[in-house]
């Protein structure tokens, strides 16, 4: 599985960044997909997730109510939808895959700063 990030970039506080993780490859394996970010000095944190055959989502308690997590199974993408962004928002953003057998797939990050 191949993870493909875009979408990042500069933005004020209060406004509003989507991004996307394309994925190719053996893709019909994916259980689950999530977002990750990681600020420098701290620990890769999970921001958002959800099943790709349910469609169940889940947030990180910092992001609820601003972030949205969606897929587009047909062309096998997920999104993040980011309103009201904050400067302790920016970080590196990671998509992440699970296969059935357990194992995780990263992309390689959309760096995303908030400016105040």
């Known amino acids: 599985v191949q993870l493909v990030e875009s979408g990042g970039g500069l933005v004020q506080a209060g406004g509003s960044l989507k991004l996307s993780c394309a994925a190719s490859?053996?893709?019909?394996?994916?259980?689950?997909m999530g977002w990750y970010r990681q600020a420098p000095g701290t620990q890769r944190e999970l921001v958002a997730a959800i099943t790709i055959g349910g469609g169940r989502r889940s947030y990180a308690d910092s992001v609820k109510g601003r972030f949205t997590i969606s897929r587009d199974n047909a062309k096998n993408t997920m999104f993040l939808q980011m309103n009201s962004l904050k400067p302790e928002d920016t970080a590196v953003y990671y998509c992440?895959?699970?296969?059935?057998?357990?194992?995780?797939?990263w992309g390689q990050g959309t760096q995303v700063t908030v400016s105040s």
């Open positions: 490859g053996s893709t019909f394996s994916i259980n689950a």
């Open positions: 992440n895959a699970i296969v059935g057998s357990g194992r995780g797939y």
